[in-house]
């Protein structure tokens, strides 16, 4: 059977949430990008919550496209971090470089996933071909199209934000879909917004494997080592 996997990043590493043609859910938390991406046996095709593809300077095209998409709740696209800073030792460091070549500093919310993203870009830039089964997605798109094309109107992290995605989660993928991955991890290693995007992660990469997902911009555009810049949904 071909299965498929989301992908979100959590404190103690990366949330996989995966199934296999409507059967069984399976989950598991792996430490690092490269346990991720040596799991037996490999999904077929992983939707993944991470930047892939990293402009030198400037913004990427695919989060600008994204934003427009969001209107009023834009601010929940943030840019990804540019390809010279991924070797920061710090955040100071990191600013410092991103002030030489944008003028403006690094942002908290930026450095926190900077680890996170060398540790796909470096697995993906060793190994080219993986990028055919790994591709990037951002929940709240991922989520907009699941409501119909209509964005979620509250926050993720909020009680109401958090129940609304639950719900369609739960409508997709069983009322105990939620529930028993919640039951697996503690709260302080998974936090039901890492579940709740992981889920939205993996109904993408079911969508994509049967052909109707959709992706921005409509012309991907390549990063300095040929990695595609795009986001699925």
């Excluded at 958090?162 to 039951?183: C, I, N, P, S, W």
């Excluded at 290693?189 to 992706?215: H, P, Q, S, Y």
Aim: proline share 4%; charged share 30%; with cysteine.
């Amino acid at each position: 059977m071909r299965r498929v996997a989301g992908v979100d990043g959590c404190k103690e590493g990366w949330l996989c949430i995966s199934r296999a043609e409507n059967a069984d859910l399976r989950s598991a938390v792996y430490a690092d990008a490269a346990d991720l991406f040596s799991q037996e046996p490999m999904p077929e095709l992983i939707a993944i919550d991470i930047p892939i593809g990293l402009a030198d300077c400037g913004g990427r095209e695919c989060d600008g496209v994204a934003r427009r998409m969001f209107g009023r709740r834009a601010c929940c696209v943030f840019s990804a971090p540019i390809r010279p800073v991924l070797d920061a030792e710090n955040r100071t460091e990191a600013s410092h470089i991103r002030t030489r070549l944008e003028g403006k500093g690094m942002s908290a919310q930026a450095w926190a996933i900077v680890k996170k993203v060398n540790q796909v870009d470096q697995a993906l830039a060793s190994t080219p071909a993986l990028q055919m089964r790994v591709r990037e997605v951002h929940p709240e798109l991922c989520f907009m199209a699941w409501n119909g094309g209509t964005a979620m109107s509250e926050r993720k992290k909020s009680p109401t934000g958090r129940a609304a995605r639950k719900q369609l989660v739960e409508t997709y993928f069983g009322v105990d879909a939620f529930d028993d991955v919640r039951a697996r991890y503690r709260r302080r290693a998974v936090a039901d917004d890492d579940i709740n995007d992981a889920f939205a992660a993996l109904w993408t990469a079911e969508r994509i494997l049967k052909g109707c997902a959709k992706f921005v911009p409509e012309q991907p555009t390549y990063d300095s080592l040929g990695l595609r810049m795009e986001m699925w949904y």
